[in-house]
């Protein structure tokens, strides 16, 4: 099972990256995919969700600068970010999730720095 990844980098302030998240080794199609981030010393907060159906949620900062989608045929999930500002600074992770009778499976990327930076 994998999760990979990519995208991420140095950008300035107002300008965009696009995430890209490659899984393997389970079937992602049956799992709701989400974008994570975590600056050090804070939590990991959960930035957009995207269900299976794909019905989407969005932490209230990103709203309308961020969109996430999913390419089930390619097993693959992205975060298009814009208007990017130096408080979305962080490491990014890709996570796919899926609940069964009496557990919840959960499996993580290794993450990719964004530095949002003049």
């Known amino acids: 099972v994998q999760l990979v990844e990519s995208g991420g980098g140095l950008v300035q302030p107002g300008g965009s990256l696009r995430l890209s998240c490659a899984a393997s080794g389970f079937t992602f199609s049956t799992y709701a995919a989400s974008w994570y981030r975590q600056d050090p010393g804070k939590q990991r907060e959960l930035v957009a969700r995207?269900?299976?159906?794909?019905?989407?949620d969005y932490l209230d900062t990103v709203k309308g600068r961020f969109t996430i989608s999913r390419d089930n045929a390619e097993n693959s999930a992205y975060l298009q970010m814009n208007g990017l500002k130096p408080e979305d600074t962080a490491v990014y992770y890709c996570?796919?999730?899926?609940?069964?009778?009496?557990?919840?499976?959960?499996?993580w990327g290794q993450g990719t720095l964004v530095t949002v930076s003049s």
């Open positions: 996570n796919a999730e899926r609940v069964f009778p009496g557990r919840r499976v959960n499996y």
């Open positions: 995207i269900t299976r159906d794909g019905t989407t």
